[in-house]
């Protein structure tokens, strides 16, 4: 009987019964309690970088045209060409996403089958990146191709404009597109054909009437261009030169290949001579002074202006380069917006050729094909 009651009170602590009134506690080994974490809730990805399950068909994708694998470019814009192509057929239209590595962060999706880029000066690095896309599952391995850039920093700042080099001597022109406030510096940088290249050196900003003139550096500002000839310059080799409001003075006394203005300032009026003699007044009024082709009569041939001191100095001291530069050099516009270059050879090819400008590290800046 009592043999009886101890198996009893045995069962009744494993099960964990209540024994006359008495809760007995179980003897289970004690277990680690595990703690629930709530799950928080992430924002969705953009739709193409959302982790898939696998596609139940398989997406390829094929750059077929656009530069090799390392190759270097020469300009600000490259074209791809791709390929996409599902097994088994599904239904549904292909589309792709492109991306430039080194250019862009996020992917652009396209139903074409071609991306033209725009690439930025300075030499460069990218990777361009395209995949197949179809019923919200993209092509995995997306095709890549690798590219580099030698473009100078300055590109697009300086353009070739308009050449004329098919037949000698040679000329081209360079236009600016330059910000507010910005200059930059082109001498060094170098002119290359099939035929040869040359550098651009330096010039004169100021041709002073009297001081000697000092050659520096060609700095060109907004809305400057420069026009470059294959012919000896007025000045002499290697000088060139920015025209001003008085060139025009100068042209009886040297010949300019490349045009400059007829036009100078001060055109006479009666209160400026009215003090002068009658004969002087005509003479400067009339025929004998144009300032609208910078001329001056020889008025040598006019004894009664020859003979006269005051209406000689008048004219010396109005309509004469020197003079006009002492009038007009502080005044804002006294300067032409362009640069005279003259480097007398031979440049370009007769019939195919492509100019480039280089900077001074050799990168390009622009170049022109025809």
């Given at each position: 009987?009592?043999?009886?009651?101890i198996?009893?009170?045995?069962?009744?602590?494993?099960?964990?019964?209540?024994?006359?009134?008495?809760?007995l506690?179980?003897?289970?080994?004690?277990?680690?309690?595990?703690?629930t974490t709530?799950?928080?809730?992430?924002?969705?990805?953009?739709p193409?970088?959302?982790?898939?399950?696998?596609?139940?068909?398989?997406?390829n994708?094929?750059?077929?045209?656009?530069p090799?694998?390392?190759?270097v470019?020469?300009?600000?814009?490259?074209?791809?060409?791709?390929?996409?192509?599902?097994?088994?057929?599904?239904s549904?239209?292909?589309?792709?996403?492109?991306k430039?590595?080194?250019?862009?962060?996020?992917?652009?999706?396209?139903?074409s089958?071609?991306?033209t880029v725009?690439?930025?000066?300075?030499?460069?690095?990218?990777?361009?990146?395209?995949?197949?896309?179809?019923?919200?599952?993209?092509?995995q391995?997306?095709?890549?191709?690798?590219?580099?850039t030698?473009?100078?920093p300055?590109?697009?700042?300086?353009?070739?404009?308009?050449?004329?080099?098919?037949?000698?001597?040679?000329?081209?022109?360079?236009?600016?597109?330059l910000?507010s406030?910005?200059?930059?510096?082109?001498?060094?940088?170098?002119?290359?054909s099939?035929?040869?290249?040359f550098?651009?050196?330096?010039?004169?900003?100021?041709?002073?009437?009297t001081?000697n003139m000092?050659?520096?550096?060609?700095?060109?500002?907004?809305?400057?261009?420069?026009?470059i000839?294959?012919?000896?310059?007025p000045?002499?080799?290697?000088?060139?030169?920015r025209?001003?409001?008085?060139?025009?003075?100068?042209?009886?006394?040297?010949?300019?290949?490349?045009s400059?203005?007829?036009s100078c300032?001060?055109?006479?009026?009666?209160?400026?001579?009215?003090?002068?003699?009658?004969?002087?007044?005509?003479?400067?009024?009339?025929?004998?002074?144009?300032?609208?082709?910078?001329?001056?009569?020889d008025?040598?041939?006019?004894?009664?202006?020859?003979?006269?001191?005051?209406?000689?100095n008048?004219?010396?001291?109005?309509?004469?380069y020197?003079?006009?530069?002492?009038?007009?050099?502080?005044?804002?516009?006294?300067?032409?917006?362009?640069?005279?270059?003259?480097?007398?050879?031979?440049f370009g090819?007769?019939s195919?050729?492509?100019?480039?400008?280089?900077?001074?590290q050799?990168?390009?800046?622009?170049?022109?094909?025809?």
């Amino acid at each position: 009987m009592h043999f009886l009651l101890i198996i009893a009170l045995v069962v009744a602590v494993i099960v964990g019964l209540n024994v006359g009134g008495i809760s007995l506690p179980s003897l289970s080994l004690p277990t680690s309690q595990s703690t629930t974490t709530p799950t928080s809730q992430s924002s969705s990805p953009a739709p193409s970088e959302v982790q898939q399950a696998p596609a139940p068909f398989s997406l390829n994708t094929n750059i077929v045209e656009g530069p090799d694998e390392g190759a270097v470019i020469s300009e600000d814009k490259v074209s791809f060409t791709f390929t996409g192509s599902v097994a088994p057929e599904q239904s549904g239209s292909l589309r792709f996403e492109t991306k430039v590595e080194g250019l862009e962060d996020d992917w652009k999706e396209t139903s074409s089958t071609s991306r033209t880029v725009t690439i930025p000066g300075g030499p460069g690095e990218y990777t361009f990146l395209v995949r197949s896309k179809l019923q919200g599952y993209v092509d995995q391995t997306p095709a890549a191709r690798t590219f580099h850039t030698n473009l100078s920093p300055y590109y697009g700042k300086v353009k070739l404009s308009s050449l004329s080099v098919k037949s000698q001597p040679f000329s081209l022109r360079l236009t600016t597109s330059l910000s507010s406030g910005e200059t930059l510096d082109i001498t060094g940088w170098t002119l290359t054909s099939k035929g040869g290249s040359f550098p651009i050196g330096q010039g004169i900003e100021r041709l002073h009437p009297t001081q000697n003139m000092t050659l520096r550096n060609i700095i060109l500002r907004p809305s400057n261009q420069v026009i470059i000839s294959g012919v000896a310059g007025p000045f002499g080799q290697g000088i060139n030169f920015r025209p001003n409001l008085c060139f025009g003075y100068l042209k009886p006394f040297y010949t300019f290949p490349i045009s400059i203005s007829s036009s100078c300032p001060d055109n006479p009026k009666l209160g400026d001579v009215q003090y002068l003699r009658s004969e002087c007044q005509d003479f400067i009024l009339g025929s004998g002074v144009s300032t609208s082709s910078c001329k001056v009569a020889d008025y040598t041939q006019f004894p009664e202006i020859a003979s006269d001191s005051e209406c000689i100095n008048f004219i010396r001291n109005r309509y004469t380069y020197d003079a006009c530069y002492a009038l007009h050099s502080n005044e804002s516009g006294f300067d032409k917006s362009e640069w005279h270059v003259y480097e007398p050879r031979t440049f370009g090819g007769s019939s195919h050729d492509t100019i480039k400008l280089l900077d001074k590290q050799g990168l390009l800046v622009n170049q022109y094909v025809y």
